[in-house]
């Protein structure tokens, strides 16, 4: 049984800050990596994914990906109040007929 | 390209009764895969649908079944609806399936069984 892990949080930050979410995950053949965001009362959105070692950039957003220790991370710099959302982790593997596992979300709040 | 839409967005049931959620994927994507959604519960599996194949299913029960057409359109049904099936019904498509392919969701419908 994959699983996928993540802090509920709730995780604060005042506006302007760096935000850091992490996620492990226990499968080591899981090969690709997703940042979803959703806002409350709608469906999630996909932020960033990841499938090599290392950091991955867009704009504020930034994935990190270590295999080796089984975690991948998202960093919001500059936060804003409208990244006040719930972040989900998801992972997926093709040993497992690719489906995705998703963990229970973090949920952020931006503070003006 | 249009995204992933659902119908119908809200339903209300009663116990006992049946529903069915409808699905239509981003053009090309032969992969359709639904989820519930409970706030206690997170996003939990149900079961992926590709080229008309179940591909994967969840841990529910069998009161909960799907199907996908030839044109990957996919229906979820949900048979003799207790309380605890009020939740948020998404459905996400994908591609071909591979291991890097990147799920998009649709908006939801929104169950709520009295």
């Known amino acids: 049984q994959k699983e996928v892990e993540q802090n509920s949080g709730p995780l604060s930050v005042p506006e302007g800050a760096i935000a850091s979410l992490n996620c492990t995950y226990s499968?080591?053949?899981?090969?690709?990596f997703f940042w979803y965001r959703q806002y409350s009362g709608k469906s999630p959105e996909l932020i960033m994914s990841?499938?090599?070692?290392g950091d991955k950039e867009d704009g504020r957003f930034t994935a990190q990906l270590n295999k080796a220790s089984q975690y991948v991370s998202l960093l919001i710099r500059d936060s804003q109040p409208s990244d006040s959302a719930t972040y989900l982790c998801?992972?997926?593997?093709?040993?497992?007929?690719?489906?995705?596992?998703f963990g229970t979300g973090t949920s952020l709040t931006v503070i003006p | 390209k249009a995204g992933v839409t659902q119908t119908p967005r809200y339903l209300i049931k009663t116990r006992g009764q049946q529903v069915t959620l409808s699905c239509s994927p981003i053009?090309?994507?032969?992969?359709v895969s639904w989820y519930q959604q409970t706030p206690g519960q997170g996003l939990q599996f149900l079961f992926e649908?590709?080229?008309?194949?179940?591909?994967n299913k969840g841990n529910f029960p069998g009161r909960f079944s799907g199907r996908q057409f030839s044109n990957s359109r996919s229906e979820m049904n949900v048979s003799t609806l207790e309380l605890g099936d009020s939740a948020l019904y998404l459905c996400?498509?994908?591609?071909?399936?591979?291991?890097?392919?990147?799920?998009?969701f649709g908006p939801g419908t929104r169950l709520t069984v009295l």
């Open positions: 996400a498509s994908r591609g071909s399936g591979f291991s890097t392919d990147t799920q998009y």
């Open positions: 998801a992972v997926n593997a093709a040993n497992t007929g690719n489906q995705f596992y």
């Open positions: 499968d080591r053949v899981s090969q690709s």
């Open positions: 053009s090309g994507h032969r992969s």
């Open positions: 649908y590709f080229s008309e194949t179940q591909r």
């Open positions: 990841i499938y090599s070692n």
